[in-house]
């Protein structure tokens, strides 16, 4: 199995106004390996959500080479790229995405409707996501019955039910209070540590950020610094 998770080879992304080509992303270079947490920093506009979207196989780039999850993403089609997304990774957005008119259990199992499973399957594997993130109790809750909270929390169970190699949050605690977002981010970082998940955090705060092993600084589109962060503390095992 590859020890690299993502693996970026003068990644450019541009887009086009008319005639106009507006670069958005510029030669990235990059390797983040299997169980590496990895915090992606920088102004308002540099790059980093169309980066990670570019990690995730939701956006295309422009050149460049990108190999993610041992697959070259380059050379899929749009079906084939959308089973990838479906088995290797997981999303959580800042505003959560969750759908209204599910409940929490229903919610945390959608990824794997994707999946060839049974019912048994499927419900073991949900309970034991909602286990994970403590809200076993709160399964039959619409997201309108949850605190914000709450409802990022299902997003994290529903972000990794499928038992994804990696976990892409587009600022997860951008919406969230000081506490809340202090436990979305311990949460992530059991994933990481106890299973082994690779993340790619973006954020623009330096709390949330200091979560992650390494911070990659983008500036107007390029790769500024990587700097490791020291000091992580380890946490008490969450899991059984
Ligand atoms: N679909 C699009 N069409 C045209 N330009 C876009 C599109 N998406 C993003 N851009 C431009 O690309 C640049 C980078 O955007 P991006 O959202 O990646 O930045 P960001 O660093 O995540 O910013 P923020 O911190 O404000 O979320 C911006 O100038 C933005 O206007």
Known sequence: MDDVTVRLRGLAKSYWRGPLEIPVLTGIDLEIPRGGYYALMGPSGSGKTTLLNLIAGIDRPSGGELEVCGHALNGLNDDDLAGWRSRNVGFIFQNYNLVPVLNAYEN????????????AERRERVLRALSLVN???????YPRQLSGGQEQRVAIARAIVHDPELIVADEPTGALDAKNAEEALILLEHLNQELGKTIVLVTHDPKAASHARFQ?????????????VHDRPTLPRLLP
Do not use: F
């Open 135 to 141: 809200l076993s109790d709160r399964m039959h809750n």
């Open 216 to 228: 990659i600084h983008l500036e107007k589109g390029v790769l500024d610094r990587t700097v490791e």
């Open 108 to 119: 945390v199992e959608l990824p794997l409707l994707l999946q060839d499973l049974g019912r």
